[in-house]
């Protein structure tokens, strides 16, 4: 089965390559760029297949059972913004032009003395190396130092000031995942593909895990009342576990002098800050698809609620009596969040 979709989105990909990539690159005069070109329309025909479940799929689920009421849509049409920068493949072409050639000159200097790179998938001939196994495999690896990642960005304070963009969405839905400030994002990225190239990730292992990982991610997003049960919510993230993580003043706080009475916000009120208690960086539920590092780490909560997300100075004034303002558009996002991480916002 594995090998029939294999053939069928090979099959696509040179078919939508020759018919439009490949003519343009030579109209330009930019022949020596076809492997690059191929590689491109790889990245654009997953993103175009992932548009399409997100549309078709998710959209009719958030109409049958959404957690609130959509009122800003403008904001929403902001986070549309950036699935499309990212699922059509535009900023990760970007990053194969920009980090492709400096890991290779990594990895071949790394060779040149001695050191070379794992490969999984050879660790058990006759089983890893089955195609879907080592999928498998990659998928769990992949998850683990994503985890790691997460929690990266909520301790981290120069980090998280970063971060805080995607948190800031006051109305999360199914296009929320991609709203990341894009010196996350190329921090991030040009980490899991050092991993990548670490384990001997095939390319198209690759395109396969980043599509898996990126689909499952809308639907976690994804403004939908559901949950997969006690048992199914400890073996894949839902957008219930992951939408306790977007909770204002919990998902992204902890009250260290109160671990385990943490006052937390009630649907329509907002948030409630522990009286005389500061909170500082940390949270829960940072798995990305498997909630098993959270369980095993000590960050994961299973509480069954839906409360409104985003960041705490965003409803609660400072000591000044002002709220953070973390910009409507793409670009005064960006542009605050650099702000945010030299201290100036």
Same mark, same amino acid.
């Given at each position: 089965?594995?090998?029939?979709?294999?053939?069928?989105?090979?099959?696509?990909?040179?078919?939508?390559?020759? *018919?439009?990539?490949?003519?343009?690159?030579?109209?330009?005069? %930019?022949?020596?760029?076809?492997?690059?070109?191929?590689?491109?329309?790889?990245?654009? /025909?997953?993103?175009?297949?992932?548009?399409?479940?997100?549309?078709?799929?998710?959209?009719?689920?958030?109409?049958?059972?959404?957690?609130?009421?959509?009122?800003?849509?403008?904001?929403?049409?902001?986070?549309?913004?950036?699935?499309?920068? $990212?699922?059509?493949?535009?900023?990760?072409?970007?990053?194969?032009?920009?980090?492709?050639? =400096?890991?290779?000159?990594?990895?071949?200097?790394?060779?040149?003395?001695?050191?070379?790179?794992?490969?999984?998938?050879? %660790?058990?001939?006759?089983?890893?190396?089955?195609?879907?196994?080592?999928?498998?495999?990659?998928?769990?690896?992949?998850?683990?130092?994503?985890?790691?990642?997460? !929690?990266?960005?909520?301790?981290?304070?120069?980090?998280?000031? =970063? $971060?805080?963009?995607?948190?800031?969405?006051?109305?999360?839905?199914?296009?929320?995942?991609?709203?990341?400030?894009? =010196?996350?994002?190329?921090? !991030?990225?040009?980490?899991?593909?050092?991993?990548?190239?670490?384990?001997?990730?095939?390319?198209?292992?690759? #395109?396969?895990?980043?599509?898996?990982?990126?689909? *499952?991610?809308?639907?976690?997003?994804?403004?939908? !009342?559901?949950?997969?049960?006690?048992?199914? &919510? !400890?073996?894949?993230? *839902?957008? +219930?576990? $992951? @939408?306790?993580?977007?909770? #204002?003043?919990?998902?992204? &706080?902890?009250?260290?002098?109160?671990?385990? *009475?943490?006052?937390?916000?009630?649907?329509?009120?907002?948030?409630?800050?522990?009286?005389?208690?500061?909170?500082?960086?940390?949270?829960?539920?940072?798995?990305?698809?498997?909630?098993?590092?959270?369980?095993?780490?000590?960050?994961?909560?299973?509480?069954?609620?839906?409360?409104?997300?985003?960041? +705490?100075?965003?409803?609660?004034?400072?000591?000044?009596? @002002? =709220?953070?303002?973390?910009? +409507?558009?793409?670009?005064?996002?960006?542009?605050?969040?650099? /702000? +945010?991480?030299?201290?100036?916002?």
């Amino acid at each position: 089965m594995m090998e029939w979709w294999t053939n069928a989105f090979n099959g696509a990909q040179q078919w939508l390559f020759e *018919s439009t990539l490949q003519p343009l690159l030579f109209a330009l005069g %930019l022949g020596n760029l076809l492997e690059n070109g191929y590689a491109a329309t790889g990245w654009l /025909l997953v993103g175009l297949l992932q548009l399409a479940v997100i549309v078709v799929v998710f959209g009719p689920l958030q109409r049958w059972r959404p957690v609130e009421t959509v009122t800003d849509r403008a904001t929403i049409r902001t986070d549309m913004l950036y699935t499309l920068l $990212h699922r059509l493949g535009l900023f990760r072409v970007l990053l194969f032009f920009v980090l492709t050639p =400096l890991s290779d000159m990594l990895f071949g200097a790394l060779r040149v003395v001695g050191i070379s790179t794992l490969q999984l998938d050879g %660790l058990w001939p006759g089983v890893t190396d089955i195609p879907w196994v080592s999928l498998l495999l990659y998928l769990v690896v992949f998850d683990f130092v994503d985890y790691w990642l997460h !929690r990266g960005q909520h301790h981290f304070d120069w980090w998280w000031r =970063l $971060h805080s963009l995607h948190h800031a969405q006051r109305q999360m839905t199914m296009w929320s995942d991609n709203r990341n400030h894009l =010196l996350d994002d190329v921090l !991030r990225d040009t980490l899991l593909v050092i991993v990548a190239q670490a384990i001997g990730v095939a390319p198209g292992q690759f #395109i396969a895990i980043v599509a898996i990982t990126q689909l *499952s991610e809308s639907f976690q997003h994804a403004n939908l !009342r559901i949950w997969f049960g006690r048992w199914g &919510e !400890r073996l894949w993230i *839902s957008p +219930r576990f $992951h @939408r306790r993580h977007h909770t #204002i003043g919990f998902g992204h &706080e902890t009250f260290p002098a109160l671990p385990s *009475s943490v006052q937390r916000a009630d649907m329509g009120q907002g948030p409630v800050q522990p009286s005389g208690r500061k909170a500082v960086l940390g949270g829960h539920n940072f798995g990305v698809l498997l909630p098993w590092w959270d369980m095993l780490f000590g960050t994961a909560d299973f509480e069954l609620r839906y409360d409104p997300t985003g960041v +705490r100075d965003q409803v609660e004034p400072d000591q000044d009596g @002002r =709220l953070r303002d973390y910009g +409507r558009g793409f670009w005064s996002q960006q542009w605050r969040g650099v /702000l +945010r991480l030299v201290g100036k916002a």
